[in-house]
């Protein structure tokens, strides 16, 4: 996955670091209601509202990347996140999370989220047409061969279908898999590149005017 990351990131100018997390966190943690399957009952969970959930400590591993897309239309609104929780209560181990550190907390709105040190929220992306298919393989690989209990959703919820997953990655492994992202990333990325050149200049032109 990491190889994933750094061919995305070798796109920007310059590239941004592929965010890394092997540790353990204390302080004022928020956990938004939705990365739950189901309502929660650990003792170690604070119900704060209808919203949230708190705890004072965990411990996260994984990694989060920026997918790169040229139009530049939905600036942070593009992180890949392959970020777990990792706990001895089952409730929470395994949780699949989108975290904000404290400066990135301080961005919203919400008053308990700005005073919060850490939120974790659900995964999400904003692509809007842009390698759509592309992340349905990705995820799909992933509850193939990682994740069986993965949940993802656009549009409708897609990949519970599991006779269309043995088909799509059972004769090549999670080698071929990447392999096949990779090249069908280049692809996208150069396919999308005229299109991507206009939705900048477009963007740029209409500051100018605004501007003036």
């Known amino acids: ?15 941004p670091p592929i965010r890394r997390f092997d540790q353990t966190i204390t302080g004022d943690i928020l956990l938004s209601r939705h990365i739950f399957p189901n309502p929660p009952s650990s003792a170690k969970l604070t119900r704060i509202d209808e919203e949230f959930y708190s705890l004072p400590r965990i411990s996260l591993c994984g990694l989060e990347f920026s997918l790169y897309d040229g139009r530049e239309l939905y600036t942070g609104d593009d992180r890949i996140s392959l970020v777990f929780c990792l706990d001895d209560d089952p409730e929470i181990d395994g949780l699949l999370v ?4 404290r400066a990135e907390c ?8 700005k005073r919060a040190d850490l939120y974790l929220a659900v995964p999400h992306l904003h692509l809007r047409y842009y390698l759509e ?24 919820t897609l990949w519970d ?3 269309k997953l043995v088909n799509c990655f059972d004769q ?10 990779k090249r069908q ?6 396919a999308w590149s005229g299109i991507s050149k206009e939705a900048r200049r477009f963007r740029a032109s209409v500051r100018e005017q605004m501007e003036g």
């Open 1 to 15: 996955m990491a190889d994933l990351g750094k061919l995305s990131h070798s796109y920007f100018s310059p590239p």
């Open 98 to 101: 989108y975290v904000e550190d």
């Open 106 to 113: 301080r961005k919203y709105e919400d008053e308990r989220i």
């Open 133 to 156: 298919d592309w992340l349905d393989y990705l995820i799909g690989g992933m509850k193939y061969y990682y994740i069986e209990n993965l949940s993802y959703w656009r549009y409708e």
């Open 161 to 163: 279908d599991r006779e």
């Open 172 to 181: 090549g492994g999670t080698f071929e898999l990447f392999e096949t992202l």
């Open 185 to 190: 990333l280049e692809n996208e990325v150069g």
